[in-house]
């Protein structure tokens, strides 16, 4: 079956650093990879999207690797800050074609 | 403002009193969808829609119907509720499907409790 993990212990960071979140995926060929933010009681809010044919993508202080040989997205915050703290969730299309699959998501804590 | 709407933000109902939450998009997206998420298990995704009149099952369609007669509404009726649907609600849209050119926009959630 499909499955997509996200690292379910909580990242504590302290401001300033860089967090690091991994999503890992099974049975799933995918020509892209999403991540979503997603704050207590609030629907996800796109973020990035990177393609297969990307080894990374930057936004800002975000910036996403995609490995597909290892099945694998980074997600990495730089210069962290308090307000990053969230969830944050990757995801991909599954075999249907028509349905974004989510992983539970990481979440993350950013402390002054 | 493109939004994604839905109501009630916030529902309890008791078992087999059938409930309807709509969900309305402003941005002319062909493709909605309906999540659930619960602790433990994520988001997972209950019925989509490629366009008007097109529906299809998600992963967790069991006790849910849906419906899409205009491009911008997608409501989500449950016929007789039960315990086991008390869970966040998540209304979606995007421009075409999921083929990445394009973003999936959620709505605000809805919290459902069933008693």
């Known amino acids: 079956s499909q499955k997509i993990e996200q690292n379910s212990e909580a990242l504590n960071i302290q401001e300033g650093k860089t967090a690091t979140l991994t999503c890992n995926y099974t049975n799933y060929s995918p020509a892209y990879l999403q991540w979503y933010r997603q704050d207590p009681g609030r629907g996800p809010v796109f973020l990035l999207l990177?393609?297969?044919?990307?080894k990374e993508k930057r936004k800002e202080r975000l910036k996403v690797t995609f490995d597909t040989t290892l099945k694998q997205s980074l997600f990495h915050i730089t210069a962290s800050q308090p307000a990053d703290s969230a969830t944050y969730l990757c995801a991909l299309v599954g075999n249907s074609g028509y349905a974004l699959n989510f992983g539970k998501g990481t979440s993350l804590l950013v402390t002054p | 403002e493109a939004q994604v709407t839905q109501n009630p933000r916030y529902l309890i109902t008791v078992t087999g009193k059938k409930l309807t939450v709509t969900c309305s998009q402003n941005m002319n997206h062909e493709y909605m969808s309906w999540y659930r998420q619960d602790p433990g298990l994520g988001l997972r995704q209950i019925y989509y829609?490629?366009?008007?009149?097109?529906?299809d099952k998600g992963d967790v369609p069991e006790g849910y119907k849906v419906s899409r007669k205009e491009k911008r509404n997608f409501p989500l009726i449950l016929e007789s509720p039960s315990p086991n649907q008390t869970s966040l609600y998540f209304c979606a849209s995007s421009l075409w499907g999921t083929s990445g050119k394009d973003t999936q926009y959620f709505g605000p959630g809805t919290r459902l409790t069933v008693l």
């Open positions: 829609s490629m366009n008007v009149e097109v529906t």
């Open positions: 990177i393609r297969e044919n990307e």
